[in-house]
């Protein structure tokens, strides 16, 4: 169990490019969630996914967001056309299905749009 | 609508010095209270977590409590040391998604 794993750790990109993010939980996680946070912030909940099923999306997901989890397995997080307000840290984080819903945080994806 | 709330947004104290960090939540309705710790441009560290049931958990010097009733947490932390600077975050737990407080910001002078 090597925890859940974020890559890459540092993205730094123009505005108006795409970009986008992978998230590998723990394995046998069936829960898959994505958060963001800015600077001086606590992190806001993005969307969550049940094996591959995208359950819940956030009002924050405009539609230049967008995320897949296609096999149940490892989620990836797309921005379309960067603006420098997507400037954040983006956390996944896993949970197993039932249990105590603890959930396991990555070391996050820090994102400058330049 | 569930609002985390901690105060305050930031603290100094001198090293050695006991502290407490406040968290207030909206609706008593959770699953669990977790209290994660978080280094400048790092992750989160989950330190404790409080499932709905419980009062309190401890791990080495830090205690925290739970007050579902009056929709309050706190974090203490003994003998406090310059390691344990950091922003510290509350988070309650509930309809499966974390609810995030804004933080404290914890500064220890040597």
């Known amino acids: 169990d090597t925890g859940v794993s974020q890559d890459p750790r540092h993205k730094i990109t123009k505005r108006g490019q795409n970009v986008t993010f992978r998230c590998d939980p723990i394995?046998?996680?069936?829960?898959l969630y994505w958060y963001r946070q800015t600077l001086g912030q606590g992190p806001e909940f993005l969307t969550y996914?049940?094996?591959?099923?995208?359950?819940?999306k956030s009002r924050l997901l405009s539609d230049r967001f967008s995320a897949e989890r296609p096999k149940g397995s490892f989620s990836t997080l797309e921005i379309q056309r960067t603006e420098q307000g997507d400037s954040a840290m983006y956390l996944c984080?896993?949970?197993?299905?039932?249990?105590?819903?603890?959930?396991?945080f990555g070391a996050g994806t820090r994102l400058s749009v330049l | 609508k569930q609002e985390v709330t901690q105060i305050p947004a930031a603290l100094s104290v001198p090293e050695g010095e006991n502290l407490v960090l406040n968290c207030s939540f909206t609706?008593?309705?959770?699953?669990?209270l977790q209290w994660f710790r978080q280094d400048p441009g790092k992750g989160l560290t989950s330190l404790l977590l409080?499932?709905?049931?419980?009062r309190e958990q401890t791990s080495g010097r830090l205690n925290a409590s739970l007050d579902k009733s009056s929709g309050r947490s706190t974090l203490y932390i003994a003998a406090s040391q310059p390691g344990d600077s950091a922003t510290y975050l509350c988070?309650?737990?509930?309809?499966?998604?974390?609810?995030f407080g804004k933080g404290t910001r914890l500064h220890i002078l040597p």
């Open positions: 984080a896993s949970s197993p299905l039932g249990g105590k819903n603890i959930q396991y």
């Open positions: 988070a309650v737990n509930r309809d499966d998604k974390i609810i």
């Open positions: 609706d008593s309705a959770i699953y669990n």
């Open positions: 996914f049940q094996n591959e099923a995208q359950l819940e």
């Open positions: 409080i499932q709905s049931s419980q």
């Open positions: 394995s046998e996680h069936n829960r």
